[in-house]
């Protein structure tokens, strides 16, 4: 089992960019599927973006061109970068890890885009 650990949320002018970054307790990390979701006030939770032990990633059609996921499993880290906000990416962020049956939540970090 792991526990996941999420930093790097907070406020940010739209346009502006943010790294989310997960960190990563427990073993075989690098056989793990990561990614990122989020939930809006009022809103069902929604992946953003996914990698998988290959390194293939998928992404919502709402961050292609600005999100980037990616893993760093010397580090046994997930990050999000994420450019070119928008007030819509407002939400909780969430690291997700999937293996199998496993399916591990973090605790969640604050995405606010307003001026």
């Known amino acids: 089992q792991v526990q996941l650990v999420e930093s790097g949320g907070g406020l940010v002018q739209p346009g502006g960019s943010l790294r989310l970054s997960c960190a990563v307790s427990g073993s075989l990390f690098s056989i793990y599927a990561w990614a990122w979701y989020r939930q809006a006030p009022g809103k069902e939770r929604e992946l953003v973006a996914r990698?998988?032990?290959?390194?293939?990633?998928n992404y919502a059609d709402s961050v292609k061109g600005r999100f980037t996921i990616s893993r760093d499993n010397a580090k046994n880290t997930v990050s999000l970068q994420m450019n070119n906000l928008r007030p819509e990416d407002t939400a909780v962020y969430y690291c997700n890890a999937l293996l199998g049956s496993i399916n591990t939540w973090g605790q969640g970090t604050q995405v606010t885009v307003s001026s």
């Open positions: 990698i998988r032990s290959n390194n293939n990633t």
